[in-house]
């Protein structure tokens, strides 16, 4: 968009994006805020109405870790995979109960995410009651899981 913006313009950008969502143009996802900034030569302001009125019509979701994706996507957030693959490997008796989880450091490398990630994931094990900390020691299957 060469000239200067009227109001609206995010209007206008959303249901070009929506278009092109509806097309599946955006199988792995949306582009980045910056990416649609420079494509429609908007500020970033801009772009961001324009997707917080996508995520409010369901077009589009927002996956932590990941960012924004076509409503309905098979995306995951990685913290949720990885509760998934421990809680699994729970239930399967790989992670018997009283065994020590691997550190965070071990989680991190394992499945190439972040160690807050790692932590996110281990908390909401934990909030749950699958995991146990033991301070200075390390995390452990709980006894009732």
């Known amino acids: 968009m060469p000239h200067p913006s009227p109001r609206g313009t995010y209007l206008t950008i959303s249901e070009a994006l929506r278009a092109r969502i509806?097309?599946?143009?955006?199988?792995?996802?949306?582009?980045?805020?910056?990416?649609i900034g420079?494509?429609?030569g908007v500020a970033r302001t801009t772009v961001r109405r324009a997707l917080r009125a996508l995520e409010e019509g369901g077009d589009v979701a927002t996956v932590a870790g990941i960012g924004r994706q076509v409503a309905g996507g098979s995306q995951v957030a990685p913290y949720k995979r990885i509760m998934t693959d421990v809680l699994e490997r729970i239930r399967t008796g790989e992670l018997p109960a009283g065994s020590r989880l691997p550190s965070e450091a071990e989680l991190?490398?394992?499945?190439?995410?972040?160690?807050g990630t790692v932590r996110r994931a281990v908390h909401e094990l934990e909030v749950a009651g699958h995991v146990q900390a033991r301070h200075g020691v390390g995390r452990f299957v709980s006894p009732a899981s």
């Open 22 to 35: 509806a097309e599946g143009a955006y199988p792995d996802g949306l582009p980045s805020e910056a990416e």
């Open 108 to 115: 991190s490398e394992t499945y190439g995410v972040a160690r």
């Open 38 to 40: 420079r494509e429609f």
